[in-house]
């Protein structure tokens, strides 16, 4: 089967750029000192994780339990959960996980990490534990210096939490356009991670995980003394958001096909709407030609063809989203081709896990 012979809307995915961008990061970090620890938010499937682990992954990052979970039931043996997890029901659950994998957790301040360690106590596993420190995102995080050294203590001390050192991500930064403004933002954030990291060495306190980075800044955190890892996920795929920010050198391996369903003047009409493609980080791009896509609801969308280059329905266009993440939380499966040939299909099995 070829690409023109799909129904749409589909999530398309390119095997060889999507092999290209895993060999990439692979071994643009293998030439630094900090390791990968690719971040499975983006792609929200095993297969892919297993993919990056092939080529030297130290394992991988999942933002919510319910991710980690169906990466551990598709055999990725060590995860760490970047996001604050809290409330009851999710303790048994990650008492339960912390059985069958290597996994790591990430609190920011007493009130996360006291239940915590009570669950982990009583389910008698001891939970690898990093403080979460905020570097500027002013999203999660606790203050860095005194008041993440003395959340390190806690942890420390707690039964049932070890502490295994610190994450500080820079989400802030990621999509600093020119590279050389966003390299000297990142080296102000990396500073507050690595002082930190210095005076939890002082107090005593573990710094084995100093962990940072997404497509962005990987390769400034990477190389930066006292990273350990670095935490990368969109490179996976990219997206048009991504492609606005100067030399990454990733490739779109991501499309949605969408097919004309009608066609007024110089406008087409599209299959897909808000349901086939986030709109959080604009509209996305055609992948080849120069109409301009705007959403026109749920179902959805409008192209504006360029002069000389009339659409007709039935016409099949290729669309790179304006993010990767929340646009592959809204498809089943990725459909992957190489070239034009589709080669197979891959469930989303994390689609929509977000507790
Ligand atoms: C904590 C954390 N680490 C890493 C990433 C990966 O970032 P990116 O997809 O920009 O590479 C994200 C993305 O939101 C994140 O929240």
């Given at each position: 089967m070829t690409i023109d012979e799909l129904d749409t809307p589909t999530l398309l995915l390119d095997l060889d750029a999507l092999e290209r961008n895993l060999d990439r990061m692979a071994d643009q970090i293998a030439r630094m000192p900090a390791k990968l620890r690719p971040h499975a938010k983006t792609h929200k499937t095993a297969i892919i994780a297993r993919m990056q682990l092939e080529r030297g992954a130290i394992g991988v990052c999942a933002a919510k339990l319910a991710e980690a979970e169906v990466l551990a039931d598709g055999g990725v043996p060590d995860i760490l959960i970047t996001s604050e997890l809290v409330g009851a029901p999710k303790l048994e659950r990650l008492i339960a996980l912390a059985r069958r994998v290597r996994l790591t957790i990430v609190v920011d301040g007493i009130a996360v990490a006291q239940p915590i360690a009570q669950a982990a106590v009583a389910g008698a596993v001891r939970l690898r534990t990093l403080v979460d420190v905020n570097v500027g995102q002013n999203r999660a995080g606790v203050d860095p210096g005194e008041p993440a050294v003395a959340l390190g203590r806690f942890v420390a001390a707690a039964p049932g939490l070890a502490l295994a050192g610190l994450q500080g991500y820079?989400?802030?930064?990621?999509?600093?356009?020119a590279a050389p403004a966003r390299a000297a933002a990142d080296a102000t954030a990396l500073e507050l991670l690595r002082g930190t990291a210095a005076a939890f060495r002082a107090a005593g306190l573990s710094t084995e995980i100093v962990t940072t980075g997404g497509t962005g800044t990987s390769r400034f955190a990477a190389s930066f003394a006292g990273i350990t890892d670095v935490q990368p996920g969109s490179y996976a795929v990219m997206d048009a958001q991504y492609g606005a920010v100067h030399e990454l050198d990733y490739q779109y391996a991501l499309t949605v096909l969408s097919t004309v369903i009608s066609v007024r003047g110089s406008t087409a009409v599209l299959d897909a709407g808000y349901k086939s493609l986030s709109d959080d980080a604009g509209p996305p791009r055609l992948l080849a030609g120069g109409a301009g896509f705007s959403f026109a609801g749920d179902e959805f969308g409008k192209l504006s063809a360029a002069a000389g280059q009339p659409f007709a329905v039935g016409d099949k266009v290729r669309l790179i989203p304006g993010h990767c993440d929340t646009t592959i939380n809204l498809h089943d499966e990725y459909v992957v081709h190489r070239g034009q040939t589709i080669c197979d299909r891959w469930t989303i099995a994390a689609r929509g896990k977000s507790r």
């Open positions: 820079e989400g802030h930064l990621q999509h600093v356009a």
